[in-house]
């Protein structure tokens, strides 16, 4: 198995800009995480999905983040616009299921907003 | 309110002795304990979770981690450290019922040669 993929795995942009993260689950796994790193802050989780339902996203933000999971093989999470506090390392992981799953992480994108 | 707490943000240890890295949770029910590493510029790794029976929990790189009932701990431990063991160590919870993990800040350990 390929493993979680995210892409881009580097991204570099301005402030004010939309930023769109890319996220391709394992095959078969049923949710899906998203999380923010930062050495400020730690590991944040920002929103999760099962079965391609959000489920909790109280980790998000502001207004300024949404995510979307339009079937299960792809998720997406915009900034729009994007604020230099953005800038972070953004993981996705899957896992079979909810709850007693260890989850499986992609290997994240940085991005850095100027 | 379920917590997990790593009390040691560091962690130095000479290769070939043995490592300790600390976790102690709260929780009102049945915790549900994980433990994932976190190599320089890569995504988390499983490495080992409790979710009931044997307190020892074997994962893989030969962690193991035991499971204390009594003192609400989930340590992370290795009879003997590897320099490639170096890496950030996290701890995580999940209180049941389907819930998302809540998780610890994370130890940096350090093996020395």
């Known amino acids: 198995d390929a493993g979680v993929i995210q892409s881009p795995r580097h991204e570099v942009t301005e402030m004010g800009q939309e930023v769109t993260l890319r996220c391709k689950p394992i095959s078969g796994h049923n949710s899906l995480f998203w999380y923010r790193q930062t050495m400020m802050r730690g590991l944040e989780l920002l929103i999760y999905f099962n079965n391609n339902v959000p489920i909790d996203d109280s980790g998000m933000p502001e207004d300024r983040f949404s995510a979307k999971m339009p079937n299960a093989s792809f998720s997406t999470l915009k900034i729009q616009p994007s604020e230099p506090r953005d800038s972070a390392v953004y993981f996705c992981?899957?896992?079979?299921?909810?709850?007693?799953?260890?989850?499986?992480f992609g290997p994240g994108t940085r991005l850095t907003v100027t | 309110a379920q917590s997990v707490a790593q009390p040691e943000d560091q962690v130095n240890v000479a290769e070939g002795n043995p490592l300790t890295v600390k976790c102690t949770y709260s929780v009102s029910g049945n915790p549900y304990l994980f433990w994932y590493v976190q190599y320089p510029n890569r995504g988390l790794q499983f490495l080992l979770k409790?979710?009931?029976?044997d307190n020892l929990v074997k994962g893989s790189y030969g962690f193991e981690a035991e499971f204390n009932k009594s003192q609400t701990s989930f340590h992370l431990k290795k009879p003997s450290a590897l320099v490639s063991d170096s890496a950030l160590y996290f701890c995580?919870?999940?209180?049941?019922?389907?819930?998302?993990?809540?998780w610890g800040l994370g130890t940096s350990l350090g093996v020395n040669p």
């Open positions: 409790y979710i009931t029976g």
């Open positions: 992981a899957s896992s079979p299921g909810q709850g007693l799953y260890e989850q499986y």
């Open positions: 995580a919870l999940n209180a049941g019922n389907n819930r998302k993990l809540i």
